[in-house]
């Protein structure tokens, strides 16, 4: 259940790739080999960069499985559904598979999202479910990476690891949201304790994500698993030159996250 094979100079320096229902809406297609096609030129841009990898168990997976072996590094399986399930107002996750098929698939660790509202109904039942999910990675001996994100008017994560640590959910890695600030940064830090937490990426500009992995490699966080921020310019902007991007840009973006931890 050691984290320390996803990290290079003891940080986690991760790609994630296992973006399914989104990824097919970004790219504006459905065909598999498309899809498929995208990921690896993903994956090639960045192969000898990152530590570890987040992918989907479909496209992700297969355009991994096309590479040396010898270039591969360890990778994430997400145990949950794409999506959610409206319920009582609020979103629900729902599982896809267990921590053991997961394994059986040469997944080194568990990636579970969480979208959790304290305020929701199903708040308790997205707590009880991270539960399920930490119980079925320790019987399997998985490093568990508990990513979650808020939703609705209130965004508090100091408030929301506080709820989970009191529910004795404390997961191999915490996969976070921003909190806000430097300061928060650091107070997160200091109630994690020995349990390491990285930054997620969520979509927003390179250029936000950047300034946010700055607050957070000064305070204490362990790293980054970063998606959108880092490459979703090769869908959204039509007058990017896509091989130079896949070439220089897109590598040149690690290359400088990387920087603020090393």
Not at 24 to 41: G, M, P, Q, R, V
Not at 130 to 149: G, R, T
Request: charged share 25%.
């Amino acid at each position: 259940m050691n984290p320390k094979i996803f990290t290079q100079n003891n940080y986690f320096f991760m790609l994630a790739l296992d973006h399914r229902g989104s990824f097919e809406k970004l790219a504006n297609s459905k065909d598999e080999n498309t899809l498929i096609n995208f990921k690896y030129e993903i994956i090639n841009s960045l192969i000898y960069q990152f530590s570890g990898i987040l992918i989907d168990d479909n496209y992700g997976f297969k355009a991994y499985s096309l590479f040396n072996k010898d270039l591969l590094k360890p990778f994430l399986l997400p145990i949950e559904k794409s999506g959610y399930l409206e319920h009582a107002g609020g979103r629900q996750n729902e599982l896809y598979t267990s921590s053991f098929e997961i394994k059986e698939k040469g997944a080194r660790g568990v990636k579970l999202l969480i979208y959790f509202n304290k305020k929701d109904q199903n708040a308790k039942k997205q707590i009880e479910l991270a539960k399920v999910v930490k119980e079925q990675c320790l019987q399997d001996s998985m490093p568990l990476f508990l990513e979650i994100v808020h939703y609705g008017e209130s965004k508090d994560v100091l408030d929301t690891i506080s709820i989970f640590k009191q529910e004795g959910i404390n997961p191999t890695v915490f996969k976070l949201e921003y909190p806000g600030s430097a300061k928060n940064c650091r107070a997160l830090t200091e109630m994690l304790e020995d349990t390491p937490w990285i930054l997620l990426s969520q979509g927003v500009t390179f250029k936000e994500f950047y300034k946010q992995c700055f607050d957070a490699s000064q305070n204490g966080c362990g790293g980054f698993l970063a998606g959108r921020s880092l490459w979703q310019d090769i869908f959204t902007n039509s007058e990017l030159n896509k091989s130079r991007f896949l070439n220089e840009e897109l590598p040149s973006r690690f290359r400088k996250l990387k920087d603020l931890f090393n």
